[in-house]
Structures are given as C-alpha cells and as structure tokens.
C-alpha cells in the first residue's frame, strides 16, 4: 500500500519553483504569473489527509495548450501525407494548389467553390465534367480541389483510365475489389478520360468503373480533351453507355483560354535563347 499512497501523494501535491511563494490563502502560487498552482477541495472534503490539489496556473495552461497544439498539427500533418501518398498517382500533382495557382485560369473560381461547398456536393452527388483543349488547366483545377480536401483529411484519388486498366490486367482476381476500392474514395478523381486504348476489354472495364461509382452515389470529376458534342453523341453503344453514365453524374464546365503548356514552352525557350546570348557576349 505504501507505493499506492506514493503515488496518490505525488498526484495531489505539487513541485514549487524556485520563484513560486505561498499566498495569504495558504496556497502555492506561481512566481510568473502569480496564479494558484493549487485548489482546495471543496469544504470539508480531503484524499489522504490532505485538503489541496494541484491546478493549472496561466503559465501551466499555456505550455499545455501548446503542446497539444503542436501535437494536433503533427497528427494531421502525418494524416494528410498518408492521404497524398494513397490518393496521388503522381507525386507532381502535391504541387497543384490554389496557393500555387498563376491566376490564369478564368474556371479556376468554381475549384475553389467547389471545395468550400464541398459536404452540399457530397451530400447532393456533384460531380464535374472538365473538358477542353489541351492544355487549359483542367488537370490542374482538378488537383487544387483534390489538395484542398485532402488537407482537411477529406481521402480524395485522383488517377487515370491507363493506370487503373494496367492495375486490372495485372490482378484479374481482385477486379471487384479494386474497383471497390476506388469507389470508397469520398472523392474520386479520372484524369485525361478518353486517351486510353479504346479495345473490348478497355471499354467494358472503364464503364465498370464509372458505373461502380455511379452506383456508390459518390462525387465523381473527369477532365477530359474530348468536347461536349462528341461526348453527347458518340460513335457507337459501348461509348454511348459511358458517356450517358458520365453526363448524368457530372456537370460540364468549359475550358477555354491559352494553351498553359505551350506558353510555359516558349518561355522556356525565350528564356534558353537570353541566357545563351549572354554567354555568348561574354565570349
């Protein structure tokens, strides 16, 4: 019993400091911030003989507040990479954000309002449709709506048809549930639809997979380089099914402006041709 008491002692009395003092109350108080570091029981109530037990002074809180604090923000930190490493093909995509957006996008307001209303869009199934030409920043708006939930631990996969048929040829087994998988996603991100192979087999899996998703009842957005026509009047059933299945899970937004790739390769080579005349006059 005596290591049961030392213990119990050790919890109801408190360690002072070099700088705390003893207050008229009888209580210890702190040197700092002058606030109790002990309480008493309420009157005429002890543990073990003694009357008093330790408090949090201001000092005391802070410190604590702190720690978990920081302790909070490691765990969500940790939280959010397993959610980037799981739900990103491609560790690029960690880098589409709207910090890092250059403001050259006129669609990319409705990424941002998409994921501020992000629980109305889940709970009323809205989905997106990104089409364009290339090159407009549909994949990009896609990854700023993928990184934003993700950082408020929202699980999000983006990827792609060539990847998930590579997946589904490999393991035939476990088709139903890798396509199980992907539909667990709250989110779930196809990039660059309709620039896999168009076979038998390739269509049959990928309307699986969105009629997977459709059947979830869960938000699905596509970017694709295909129009708007062509998706709504395709060339034959097998295409027709998928299409129908997508235009009626998602609403279409239009890209239109400059080609950002091209524009980021001629200021590239504008770039190359400064730094190479300038060597040159150096020479």
């Given at each position: 019993m005596s290591q049961f008491d030392d213990m119990v002692l050790n919890m109801t009395q408190t360690t002072p400091e070099p700088e705390d003092y003893t207050g008229e109350d009888g209580l210890l108080y702190c040197g700092k911030c002058r606030k109790p570091k002990e309480a008493y029981f309420p009157e005429g109530k002890s543990l073990f003989g003694r009357d008093r037990h330790p408090a949090e002074c201001d000092c005391q809180r802070a410190e604590r507040e702190k720690r978990e604090a920081a302790e909070k923000r490691r765990t969500h930190l940790e939280a959010v990479e397993r959610l980037k490493q799981r739900g990103f093909t491609n560790p690029a995509m960690r880098e589409w954000t709207f910090e890092n957006d250059n403001g050259k996008c006129p669609q990319m307001k409705?990424?941002?309002?998409?994921?501020?209303?992000?629980?109305?869009?889940?709970?009323?199934?809205?989905?997106?449709?990104?089409?364009?030409?290339?090159?407009?920043?549909?994949?990009?708006f896609a990854g700023c709506i993928a990184n934003a939930l993700m950082e408020r631990e929202i699980a999000v996969c983006m990827t792609n048809f060539a990847l998930i048929l590579g997946d589904l040829a490999a393991s035939f087994k476990d088709r139903n549930e890798y396509i199980s998988r992907l539909c667990s996603f709250p989110l779930l991100i196809l990039d660059d639809f309709g620039m896999e192979r168009g076979t038998e087999y390739g269509l049959e899996q990928v309307y699986n997979v969105i009629d997977s998703r459709y059947r979830s009842n869960k938000?699905?957005?596509?970017?694709?380089?295909?129009?708007?026509?062509?998706?709504?009047?395709?060339?034959?059933?097998?295409?027709?099914?998928?299409?129908?299945?997508?235009?009626?899970?998602?609403?279409?937004?239009?890209?239109?402006?400059?080609?950002?790739?091209?524009?980021?390769?001629q200021e590239k080579m504008k770039r190359l041709k400064t730094l190479l005349n300038g060597k040159e006059s150096r020479l």
């Open positions: 409705h990424a941002r309002s998409y994921a501020e209303c992000w629980e109305q869009m889940k709970a009323e199934n809205i989905g997106l449709l990104l089409w364009g030409k290339v090159g407009t920043g549909k994949s990009y938000p699905l957005i596509v970017t694709t380089n295909l129009t708007l026509e062509e998706l709504q009047h395709p060339e034959d059933t097998a295409h027709a099914r998928i299409y129908d299945r997508l235009l009626e899970m998602c609403s279409p937004v239009r890209f239109t402006g400059e080609n950002f790739r091209k524009a980021t390769a």
